[in-house]
Every structure is written in C-alpha cells, then in structure tokens.
C-alpha cells in the first residue's frame, strides 16, 4: 500500500524555522540526502520507524523526499526545519508507532573523507546535545580515527549499511576504541528494531564485509581487463551463489565509493591487492554506476542492459593485460578463493570473533545464497584443489597469495578447520 503524502508541504520556498534556535526534537536523524542516505531513510519507513531526513542541500534533499515510499503505517510529515547553522530536516512521524524514542540517534551518510566526517560529528555534538548516539555509515574509514576529535567518543559507533539497503538485511556494528559497550547495544537494539540483523565487527580496514569483497570485485576487474567476457564473469558469481554479476555490484555501489574502498584497503594491504586500473578510468569518464545509469553496464528506469556498456567494452580493451585461456573452474577459483583467505586473516586479526559469521556477513551483506552455510563451499572445493590454485595463481595476482601457516594447516586439515586454526578461535 502506498501512503499519499501531502507533497506541498515539503515546499522549500517558505520555511518554518520554528524552533531553530533550539535543540533537535528527540528522534532518529538521518544525515546526508543522496542515494545511500535515502535507502537507509526508506528502511525506517519500511519499518515503521519514525525518521528525520537531513541534508545541507536543500535541493537533494526535495529529490530524496519525492523518491520515498511509504510504508502501511500512517505517515505525518513536517515542514522543513534547520538544524544548526548549516542543516535542514524534514520529519517522518509514523502515527501507528508503539515504541517511543528515549535518546537521539543520529545516523550519518555524507561524504567518505575523513574531515569532512570529523568537521560533521563535531557540530552534531553541538546541535543534538550530550545524550544523543553518533553513528557513521563510513565503509572504508576507521570509527576511532573519526571519533579522535569528539568531546564524548564513548557514545560513537559505526552503523554500516550494505546496497541494495532494502535487500541486505546485514547491518555492521563497530566499536571505536573509546566506544561504550551501552552504546554498543544500542545500535543493536535500533538495527533490530529495523528487521535487520547486527554483526558485531572489529574497527579494522573494510571491516569484515569490504574487507572480503574488495578483492573479490578487484579481481572481476582484473579477469574483464584479461579478456574474459562481463558474462563469464557473471555466470562464475552466480555459480559461487552471489546473486549479481560482481560488475553490477559495482555499479551498485558506485565507482567513486568503490575507489574509496579499494584505496582503503590497498592501503592497508598492499601486499594483499593489485588495484583494476579500469576502476578510476570508468570515474575519469564518468560511469559512475547505477544511481547516474551509466556504469560497467547502462541502466534505462532502473533496468540493466543485457550486455556490458560499449565504453566500458572499450576501456577493458584499452587496459588489456595478461590475456589468458581461464576455464570456468579457474574463474571460480580467482573470484573465490580470495575472500576465503581474506576471511582467515581477518579472523586471525580479531575482526570477528566466530568463523560462523561469516555466514551471516556474505549472506546478510552481500545476499550470498548457495543453500549452505558460506564455508562449506570451500570443504566441497577441498584443500588439495585450494592450495593447487593458490600455487597456480599467486604469481599473477596478489589476491591470490596465502601465509605459509595457512597453506601448512591447509595441507593437513579441511579448509574451514584450517581457517578456525589459523584464526585462533577456541
């Protein structure tokens, strides 16, 4: 059911600054108004949840509102209101709500650069007072390293929500160092009460879900740019049990976010990654992805083409390197074995504290469905046929070299009792 909503009050040509001047009605404050920050405002909604939108761009702001659906619930919604100096918010008040918000909560989606980050959570202290629960839905930046700044970083916390945001019931939760366990649970309790589920992570680079696809998109980059089809490619994901075309996630998430999060963890682990040069070419020709229709493939109302986008076509021709004849087991091997050694270093690393979730990560994050839990398709593939491509593949990309500790225990155990062995997990 679609709710009518009186659009003319959302006119921003006269505004109703009542109440300006004081501290924000408390409630749950979504900040920043483009693509990511909609979907996770249309999740509220979705839920029932009452939810402020909030941008600085009084124009994005009008076109996220337009773009929202509305859930079975009825729906009031405010006029525009400043927040601060530099804000506006509208408000979504759902009538049939039953649980009343105690303690603000502020969710924040702007720009992935750290100043801009810190410059933000330094006002919103400011603007939301003491008591409110600072979130960054940062993909690629430390939660601690934003948090350096803050006057109260024990209430700051990372809430991490994964594109599609309507299709990914994953959310992860990340403790700065400073952060307080209360406000830990906090985020979990509002995650939950938004139907999806919390995955408590390590604040470590990409976290756990980035840290496990950025080698996994990376390497689909590197296969188009070596000659093997957009199709291929798509057919080896969907085999795995992804449920997209790695190329399409992309485009999904968006180039430029996708830079950013690559650069991240090249940074972090730059023995772990070659980056796709095709990546910042498709940004130079403004292929943006799906949000501007045009990406690795061309988008018409929100529909993909069949096939890949004739200037993307032409910029993998333009980067090819290292052609070679992959057959469909050596493409498998390339896009998959990666994220199972990521996944073992990062447990090695205390990013996460149960190998079993990981399960929930490739499900809940990335909508990984193969009909069985995400590390038994490495038993099946078996740890002779890992190690076979490991040694077959590691002097062509990085991504595919695993430590001599893993390998030994692979030569001697199943691949997830190697993992747990490796990772040290009681």
Known sequence: MTVKVERAKLSFQKIDHEGSDQKPATGIYLVGAGVVGAAIV?????????????????????????????????????????????????????????VAIARTLVIESIPEKLDIKRAFFEEAEEVFGDEAVLCTNTSTLSVSRIADSLK??????????????HDRPAVEVIA????????????????????????????????????????????????????????????????????????????????????????????????????????????????????????????????????????????????????????ESHLLEMLTIPMWIEASLALRAGVIGDHADFDLAMRGGLGFDSGEPWHTFFDAMGSQAILAAVEKWATLTKSMNAPFELRDLLSRKPPTDAMIAYGGES
Not at 69 to 84: C, M
Not at 184 to 195: A, C, D
């Open 42 to 98: 249309q999740a509220h909604l979705d839920a029932g949840v009452s939810i402020w939108i909030a941008d600085q761009d009084e124009a994005a702001l009008a076109v996220a509102i337009e773009r929202l659906r509305f859930s079975d619930a009825e729906w009031q919604v405010s006029s525009p209101r400043e927040l601060g100096a530099s804000l506006m918010a509208v408000e979504f008040f759902s009538r049939q709500e039953q």
């Open 152 to 165: 109260h970083p024990e209430r700051f916390l990372g809430m991490h929500f994964f594109m599609p945001v």
């Open 176 to 327: 700065g160092k400073r952060t307080e366990e209360n406000t830990i649970q906090q985020g979990f309790r509002h995650v939950e009460r938004l139907g999806k589920w919390p995955l408590r992570v390590g604040d470590s680079p990409g976290f756990v879900v980035n840290r496990l696809l950025s080698p996994y998109l990376n390497e689909a980059m590197l296969l188009l740019c070596r000659g093997v089809s957009a199709k291929r490619i798509e057919d080896a994901a969907l085999a795995y049990g992804m449920p997209i075309s790695p190329l399409e996630l992309i485009d999904w998430i968006g180039t430029p976010t996708m830079f950013d999060a690559g650069r991240a963890f090249w940074q972090a682990f730059p023995e772990r990654i070659d980056p796709a040069p095709i990546l910042v070419a498709m940004i130079k020709n403004k292929r943006f992805g799906r949000a501007t229709s045009k990406g690795f493939y061309d988008y018409e109302n929100q529909h993909r083409s069949s096939d890949l986008a004739d200037q993307t076509f032409g910029l993998s021709e333009k980067y090819r390197r290292d052609e070679q004849d992959f057959t």
